[in-house]
């Protein structure tokens, strides 16, 4: 009798900044973009004909408590991220030295082309590379670059045929330097800052875990499905949800014309 086939899922790899005690290490994640992915997982989960995929499999396959405790982790979550924010809103940048201002700008230029040249076609790469447009402050630029390599590590394969911006070190590249930046600001953090930025670690960490394991169900489930990535979209993605189409303004009534 043949051995059950083990499905082949593979987990997106966590990215944290490997400075830091690894218990309380600040996620090299931008806390809005992360929430707004688990948000979109998190309202998947509560269709009726998606979770029920998800229960019939077996435990081996993936453990049923990820499913049940997603939306509290995702709360407690929030709360840390928000409180994180509130905490450091005040606080004054610290110095980012030039040379590494230079650097990045120069990789978040030729990356941001790359994308743009390549990646314009795709639905969901589009909507990415929207995000990155605006903002050019030194968290902006964190976040870009984050945004940037989680594209090179989703369509590495399409980025990887141009011959004029793509080079094989930059996914690296920008990971590395998104790092030293979130170094350099929190170096003028205060302590308390500091402490609810670990408290944020720990939530998004108990978070990840069982959002690694639903997206990487979720990826295999529907695998054959064109806006899989986008379907169930990693942490550490720029993720944007599209916004909500505006309604027009009713135009001011045209005063009846007396008659005459």
Partial sequence: MAGKKTKNRSKPKPSVDPGADASVAIPAVDPESALAAARHVASALTDAPTRARFTRLPSEELDPKHVQAYASLLDAADQAATAYGTAGATETDALVPYALVQRASELKTRMFDCAEHNLKGIADARTRIDVIRPGSGHRDTLKDLRGLAALYDDYGDTLKKDGNYYREADKLDAVSIAVEIQRALAGGQR??????????????????????????????????????ISRWPSLFTAFAVPAKPKKKAKPPATPATPAA
């Fill in 191 to 228: 302590a308390g800052t500091k402490a609810a930025g670990r408290s944020w670690a720990r939530a998004f960490d108990k978070l990840r875990t069982a959002h690694d394991e639903i997206i990487a169900t979720g990826r295999w489930l529907d695998r054959n499905a064109d806006d899989v």
